[in-house]
Each structure stands twice: as C-alpha cells, then as structure tokens.
C-alpha cells in the first residue's frame, strides 16, 4: 500500500476557516488548498481514523483525481471520464477499507456529482460518464440515480465537484455523510446542521468548569455536539418555551449519551438562572423564516438581549446565529459587543454568525 493520503473534508460555505482550524488543531495533516466548500489537506498519518471523528465537516473523501472543468457545454461532459481513467481505483477502495476496518469489497459504486453556475448539462449526465468509466474499471456495477433513486447502503459512494475552475473526483470514507448525526433521532423545525453547531461551540472556545446554555434549544443539537466535544465544561443547560422541542431534545440527549446536559421549560426572555452565572451561551434563537418567536421573545425582543446581559459572566461570551446582522443594535444597546461577524451560506440562504462579549449597557 503507497503510505500518502490526501484528503478532501467539505462543509457548509463559509464555514471552510473552522473545518481547516479543526483538521490543523487534531494533527491530521497540512492543507494544501481551500477551495468552494472544501478543504484539502494531506494526511500526516494516511490511516488515522481520527478523519471520520471531523464534527464541522458535512463529510470527508479520499482524493481521487483532479483535471480541469469542462466548461458549460454537454460536449465537454465525455472528457470527465479521463478522471476515472486516472484515478487507482483499487487502491483507494483498499484505502477506504482500512480506514473503515472493513475488508470486503464494495459490491457496486454510485456517484454523486455538483457544479457551481449554469450550464447545459445536468448532475445526472456527469454521474452516468463518470459512473460507467469507473464501474468498468473497478469491475463492479453502477447505480445511477437519474433511474434508480437512493443507492445500496453498501455500495462505493464517489463524488465529482466541478467549481468553473477544477473537476475534483473523490471517494466517500464513511457508508453515511458525516453531518447526519446517529445521535440525531429527533428533530424540530428550524433544527440546527449539526456541523454548524460544532463550528458555533469551536467559536464560543468553551473551557473546564464552564456553565454553557442554550436559551431557545430546539432539538438539542448545540448542546449535545458541545458536550460530546468539550466533557470538561461544568454544566450543560438548555430552555425551550416548547415541550414538544424540549422532548426531542431529551430523545436526542440519550442517543448521544450526554447524561450532563440540563433540560427545563421556560421562557427565553426570563429564565430562571441567577445574574452573572453562564460562562457562555450559544443558540440560534427563533428569528429566522422558519420558527416563530413566542412569549417575552416576541413581546419583547429587545429584553432578550437584556437578559443574555444580565446572564452572561463578565469574561462570558455569547455566540448567535442570525438571520441578519440588523439585530446587533439592541444588543449594543443591551451592552453586548459583537467581536466576530462571519457569514454563512444554508442551503443557499445566507445566515450570521456573530460573537459577542459584555460591555457596559447604553
Ligand atoms: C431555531 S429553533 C432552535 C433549534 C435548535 N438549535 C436545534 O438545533 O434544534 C428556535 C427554538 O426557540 C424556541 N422558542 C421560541 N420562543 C421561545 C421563547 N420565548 N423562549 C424559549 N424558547 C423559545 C422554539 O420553540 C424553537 O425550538
């Protein structure tokens, strides 16, 4: 077996600075580019499994080959079979085995193709060309969804990307994306992408002993993918004015095991914790086109800003994920000051991410 890997995690956009902070922080290797939604990184250890433990990737592939886009045209679609031409199929399929612990073969592979800007083709004729190259390479069959709809379970998944400027031909490690959670049995409207919640508890740098909450904490998911990833933190706490969401939130606790976070009912905009006492607060709260605010939230959203305020310890820090920026004046009015803006694309929907930290209130 060659002792080389290059990898290629993906995320959400904009969130490719946290996934590169994350792989360098872990030790799995040097990125060697940063590209639309992806981060390319040459391993340090080719077999470390520690790849497929990366919690702000959406999912992680062995790099299989790169050549040049085709350009809009149908015509130029033939010419992305050179990639699997190129590609040692074998080999990375042995690659992907031993990373998995798994020695059996793949009885069949799928590709799932994306292309960023308009063009005369679609996904489905890129996976057919590149699909049936590497079938009749690899000596198995392909599974095209344009006809057959969702793949085999054990089937090899490959992915083909084309940003205008490279065509990029990989093979999924794992048998399911890495952003679908195990843990995540239960979900809410407005639930949270659990890679953007781990980018969100990286932000909020949550430390030994500290009280993390949640105000308005749906389904759970900031809680359970801070507490999977900082146990030294004190005490996990999260409200929802919502019982159905604070069941779920229950349900989803238990899957991930993470027996220390604290759920109770209450209203977002009182909540019934003492001044000064919660060393970070990390939420999306209900601002956004999917969930409505309700109770002292909707009556009174500035107060809410107040009482994160009121809440926060004087070295506390809050990170909030907002439809807008616009907000951030009662929250400057409330004395929080934002110390990071980034924005982040959802399924195309621009969201923010904005850090805070106490001041003096205006
Ligand atoms: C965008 S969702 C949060 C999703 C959550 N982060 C997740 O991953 O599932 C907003 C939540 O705020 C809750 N909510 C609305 N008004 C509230 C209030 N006044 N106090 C507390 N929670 C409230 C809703 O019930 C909803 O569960």
Redesign the pocket.
């Known amino acids: 077996m060659r002792d080389d890997a290059h990898f290629v995690a993906r995320s959400a956009r904009g969130l490719e600075p946290q996934l590169a902070a994350e792989i360098l922080q872990r030790e799995l290797g040097s990125i060697t580019a940063v590209g639309h939604r992806s981060v390319h990184f040459r391993a340090w250890r080719p077999y470390d499994t520690g790849v497929t433990g990366l919690r702000t990737a959406d999912d992680v592939f062995l790099l299989a080959a790169r050549g040049r886009d085709v350009g809009t045209r149908k015509s130029g679609v033939p010419g992305l079979t050179e990639l699997a031409s190129k590609t040692d199929s074998a080999r990375l399929i042995q690659h992907r085995n031993t990373l998995l612990g798994n020695t059996v073969k793949p009885p069949g592979l799928e590709v799932s193709a994306s292309f960023l800007g308009r063009r005369s083709f679609n996904r489905y004729d890129v996976e057919d060309a590149v699909g049936n190259a590497l079938a009749a390479r690899l000596k198995v069959p392909y599974h095209p969804r344009r006809t057959k709809g969702a793949p085999p379970p054990d089937y090899a998944s490959w992915r083909l990307t084309l940003d205008g400027t490279e065509a990029t031909l990989m093979l999924r490690i794992t048998p399911r994306p890495l952003h679908r959670r195990p843990y995540k049995q239960a979900?809410?409207?407005?639930?949270?992408h659990p890679p953007l919640?781990a980018a969100m508890t990286r932000l909020a740098d949550i430390g030994r002993g500290h009280t993390v909450l949640?105000?308005?904490?749906?389904?759970?998911?900031?809680l359970i993918e801070a507490a999977l990833a900082h146990p030294e933190a004190g005490q996990y706490r999260g409200?929802?004015?919502?019982e159905t969401?604070l069941k779920?939130?229950s349900a989803n606790k238990r899957m991930a095991a993470a027996v220390r976070i604290h759920l109770e009912r209450?209203?977002?905009?009182r909540l019934p914790l003492p001044d000064g006492t919660v060393d970070r607060i990390v939420?999306?709260?209900?601002w956004?086109t999917?969930?409505?605010?309700?109770?002292?939230?909707?009556k009174a959203p500035a107060a809410w800003w107040r009482e994160l305020h009121r809440l926060l310890t004087p070295t506390g820090t809050a990170v909030l994920l907002l439809p807008t920026p616009t907000p951030l004046l009662p929250a400057l009015q409330a004395g929080l000051l934002p110390t990071h803006t980034q924005r982040i694309h959802l399924s195309g929907t621009p969201t923010y991410l904005i850090k805070l930290e106490p001041g003096n209130p205006r």
Do not use: F, H, S
Request: charged letters at 20%; aromatic letters at 2%.
């Open positions: 979900t809410v409207r407005g639930t949270l919640a949640d105000p308005c904490c749906g389904a759970g998911t900031v409200y929802d004015i919502d969401a779920a939130a209450a209203d977002a905009g939420c999306n709260p209900p956004g999917q969930v409505e605010a309700k109770a002292r939230m909707a």
